[in-house]
Every structure is written in structure tokens, then in C-alpha cells.
């Protein structure tokens, strides 16, 4: 496996940045529509990727960083476990702040890190029990999703006013945007992956085309616009999202970490990827507050300055935004390393002291995890 900078993991780096641009892309979308349909196509591919992307690299890291199940003693899988429990609460924490003003987003930290609890009884599992679980969410997770939301048009009450249930209820299952339901098979699946076939460059292709494979008729039945179509957290969408954030993972690993020397070079395309994937979580937060700013904007817009708003001008708002992230990554991995996010919740965590929150030097706060691509 190849490595980047201080020995991070080049693919995780740049799995997880193109997921972060794909939500930059999906989330500026509104400011090019209509738009010709080959990019529309491209955009809707994006959006669904991204969010699955993200539950499934989680799952990868948790495999590259986390204590090895066969040797790790009781005291260091809990001390994962409770690092891994601190960071889902900070991911939720961090969700809730982003939705206090409205940014046309939604926002997914909140059920990635509700995704995150969930999993961690099953983090130091056999692969085999890995598998069956997710196997066994992908078939009964859609499904308890689609009764949940056909009993909820005649129970107003499942979803309104906000109780703890409902709040529940929209996290695992209702929610119009992400469910937790479709992100934990991804993350379980991942944790698998990263143990078995991360650094073998023939299972990995295997898994390329088989996902590939599985993705085909799910692309079909979405086009032809077929029952159960529109269903967010349904068997269409779910069955269609997972292999096709499978393949996207799949195909970044093997065009970079596992590449050959006839497609070295594709390893430069990712390089954008893998810098902005290095501050996955402040790179999200950080469009997410332009945006905020941005929809301020257009709510007190005078005529004159609505056009930037949709296209034409609303391609430069979103090349802008994509830009500016990239060199907001790019300049704070050069001079100050870990990102402002990130320092906080590896100090949480105790995975770094507190004196890093604050250090000016790149090196003061690399971690021995964080050289593996840890996620946050």
C-alpha cells in the first residue's frame, strides 16, 4: 500500500476527498439547473455516491486504525471503542450546529455518527459475522424503511411533534435526505474490506466487478423509472447507492494504492482528492458555512444580483466553491497539517493532547493513527 505525506494511506485520503467533493458538487447543483443532461446525469451520480461513500470509508478505517481483533486485549478494544464512540458524538454534535441556520444542505454528520454508535459492538466482529450483518440489513433494512414510511402517512404522530421517538425514528428510517438503516450494511461491509482485501490487487478487482455487476440492474430499474423508484431509504435506492459506492471505492484503490505501472499516473488525478480528503470533516464544514452565507444572500437578493444565482453565473458559485475547498485543504495541509476539526475531535478522543489544538507545526500533531488515514 502506498503512502502520502507522513505515511497516510493515499487511497483512504482520496476516497474520502472525492466523496466530499461529490457532496460540494450535489449541494451547488441548484445553482446550475436546468443543465444539459449528460451534466445532470453526472451531478445525480455524484449526490447519490457521496453520503454511501462516506459510511463505507468510515467502515475501511476503522479495519487500518483500530486495534487487530485477533491480538487487541479487552482494554485496548474498549479504548477503540470509546474513541469511536466520542467521535460519533462529535459528528452529531458538530451536524446539529451546522443546521442552525439554513443552508439548503442536508446535513448527513448527524446520522453518520448515529451510524458510528450503532456499530460499535460489532467493531472487533469476525469478518464472516461483518458480512452477515450487512448482508442481512441490506435485505431487511430497506424494508423496515418502506413500512415505517407507509405507516407513517396515516401516523402523523411518528414523525411530529420532535420526541426522542421521532427523532429516533427520523434518524433510522424517515429522514428524506439519509437513514441510518442504508449507512450501517456500508460501514460493516467496510470494516470487512479493509481487513481482507484492501492491499490485494486481484480481490479488490473482483470486488470492482462484482459491485459493478450488482449495480447494472439497479441503474436500469431507476431509469426506467420502475416501482419504488422514488423511495428514499427503499430497496431501489439502497441497492442501487451500495454498489455503486463499492465500485467508486473499489476503482479509486486499485487506480492508486494498488495501481499498475501502466496506470501509475492516474495516482496524480487523485492527488486534489487525497489533499482535500485529509480534511475530510473541516472541508464539509466549511462549504456548509459558505453555503449558509450564500443562501443569506439570495434571501435578500435584489434583482440585479439573482442571476448568480442560476446559470450562467451559477457555474462560477460552484467551480468557485469547489476551488476555494480545494485550497482551503491544500494551504492548511502545507502549513498547519491536521484540520481545525479534526484536532479538536483527536484530542476528544485522547488520541492526540490538547496542546495540538493549537500547535503551528505540522508535525506536532500527526499522529501514528492519523499516518493511516484516520477518519474523524
Not at 92 to 109: D, F, H, K, Q
Not at 201 to 222: C, G, H, I
Not at 313 to 338: E, K, N, P, Y
Request: hydrophobic share 55%; with cysteine; net charge positive.
Amino acid at each position: 500500500m502506498s503512502a502520502v505525506g507522513s505515511g497516510r494511506l493515499f487511497s483512504l485520503d482520496a476516497a474520502r476527498g472525492f466523496a466530499v467533493f461529490a457532496m460540494v458538487i450535489a449541494h451547488t447543483s441548484p445553482f446550475i439547473r436546468p443543465a444539459p443532461k449528460a451534466v445532470e446525469l453526472v451531478e445525480d451520480a455524484l449526490n447519490d455516491v457521496a453520503a454511501p461513500l462516506f459510511a463505507l470509508i468510515i467502515g475501511v478505517t476503522v479495519a487500518v486504525t483500530g486495534p487487530a481483533p485477533s491480538t487487541a486485549d479487552p482494554s485496548a478494544r474498549r479504548r477503540y471503542q470509546l474513541q469511536t464512540a466520542v467521535k460519533a458524538a462529535a459528528l452529531i454534535g458538530i451536524g446539529i450546529l451546522l443546521e442552525l441556520a439554513p443552508s439548503g444542505v442536508n446535513i448527513v454528520l448527524q446520522t453518520l455518527g448515529v451510524t458510528m454508535l450503532l456499530a460499535i459492538p460489532l467493531l472487533f466482529a469476525r469478518v464472516r459475522t461483518l458480512l452477515v450483518w450487512a448482508a442481512a440489513l441490506m435485505v431487511v433494512g430497506p424494508g423496515i424503511v418502506t413500512g415505517l414510511r407507509v405507516l407513517a402517512e396515516s401516523r402523523p404522530e411518528l414523525v411530529f411533534p420532535r420526541t426522542p421517538l421521532t427523532v429516533l425514528l427520523d434518524l433510522l428510517a424517515l429522514n428524506p435526505g439519509y437513514q441510518v438503516l442504508a449507512f450501517l450494511p456500508l460501514l460493516l461491509a467496510g470494516i470487512a474490506i479493509g481487513r481482507t482485501v484492501l492491499s490485494d490487487r486481484r480481490p479488490m478487482t473482483v470486488l470492482l466487478a462484482v459491485s459493478f455487476a450488482a449495480l447494472l440492474p439497479m441503474q436500469l430499474w431507476k431509469s426506467l423509472d420502475l416501482a419504488g423508484t422514488g423511495l428514499r431509504g427503499g430497496y431501489v435506492e439502497v441497492w442501487r447507492e451500495a454498489p455503486l459506492a463499492l465500485c467508486a471505492f473499489a476503482l479509486i484503490v486499485l487506480l492508486t494504492d494498488l495501481a499498475s505501472d501502466r496506470v501509475a499516473a492516474m495516482r496524480r488525478v487523485f492527488a486534489p482528492f487525497s489533499v482535500q480528503g485529509r480534511l475530510a470533516l473541516s472541508v464539509y464544514a466549511f462549504h456548509v458555512l459558505v453555503l449558509m452565507w450564500l443562501f443569506a444572500v439570495r434571501a435578500t437578493a435584489s434583482p440585479e444580483t439573482l442571476p448568480w444565482f442560476a446559470p450562467p453565473r451559477g457555474w462560477l458559485l460552484q467551480i468557485g466553491l469547489v476551488t476555494a475547498c480545494w485550497m482551503f485543504s491544500a494551504a492548511w495541509w502545507r502549513w498547519l497539517g491536521v484540520g481545525p476539526i479534526e484536532r479538536v475531535i483527536g484530542a476528544l478522543s485522547g488520541r492526540h493532547p490538547w496542546s495540538s489544538v493549537w500547535a503551528t507545526s505540522r508535525r506536532t500533531h500527526i499522529s501514528r493513527r492519523e499516518r493511516t488515514g484516520a477518519p474523524v
